[in-house]
């Protein structure tokens, strides 16, 4: 099946900074989303991408599905911006990458 | 409802009993996913519906494990003989349409085996 790489898999960033995450898959994109894992560990939907690049404050996220990867961008991060960030490829089930952890510094 | 809703939202059970943990999809999805995850691990599928049938059963771990969907809307995922190795947080997911479409998650269900 798909495997879906995410990388890096830690990021500790000082509050304010831009920071890019990456998921690269083996096979083709399909309805990839973008989630954020709260410290409360539940999945928040961040972008629902196939293709293109979609904008939501201070997120973005680009996908490149003829060449199999994903961009995630988050800029002048605040420390809410912490916790774990996934992607995933859905044809009928979503397969997902190991995750971000990314920490903000206040 | 507005969103996936998932009871109970804890579960501590001993070694060997019965677990039911349930699911209600946002309403008219069609599609719905049942996940677990581990600590440090990112979800990990077990089984997901379309209606009431289970289109892909490939991820659940052994035979202690089956879920179902009897009426198209709320599913129960059940574990018999629980072991310890089975703690984890369960997660449910509903989409709107077969396999397009955004996929969104309930809260979970943390499930603790002593």
């Known amino acids: 099946g798909i495997q879906v790489e995410q990388s890096p898999p830690d990021l500790i960033l000082q509050e304010g900074a831009n920071s890019t995450l990456r998921c690269n898959f083996s096979?083709?994109?399909?309805?990839l989303q973008w989630f954020h894992q709260n410290p409360w560990g539940q999945l928040i939907n961040l972008f629902y991408i196939p293709s293109g690049t979609k904008q939501n404050g201070r997120l973005s996220a680009t996908t490149v599905a003829t060449e199999r990867y994903s961009l995630l961008y988050i800029s002048s991060s605040q420390t809410t911006d912490s916790g774990v960030y996934f992607c995933g490829s859905r044809d009928d089930k979503i397969i997902f990458g190991k995750g971000t952890r990314l920490h903000i510094l206040p | 409802g507005a969103g996936v809703s998932q009871t109970p939202s804890n579960k501590v059970t001993e070694k060997g009993k019965y677990v039911e943990l349930r699911c209600d999809p946002i309403?008219?999805?069609?599609?719905l996913y049942w996940y677990r995850q581990s600590l440090g691990q990112g979800p990990e599928f077990l089984i997901y519906f379309q209606g009431t049938g289970a289109a892909d059963d490939s991820g659940l771990p052994n035979d202690r494990f089956f879920a179902v969907r009897p009426e198209g809307s709320v599913s129960t995922l059940k574990i018999q003989r629980t072991e310890r190795g089975d703690s984890a947080v369960y997660l449910c997911a509903s989409a709107g349409t077969g396999n397009t479409g955004e996929l969104f998650f309930g809260e979970g269900s943390r499930l603790t085996v002593l």
């Open positions: 096979d083709s994109v399909n309805n």
């Open positions: 309403s008219g999805h069609t599609a």
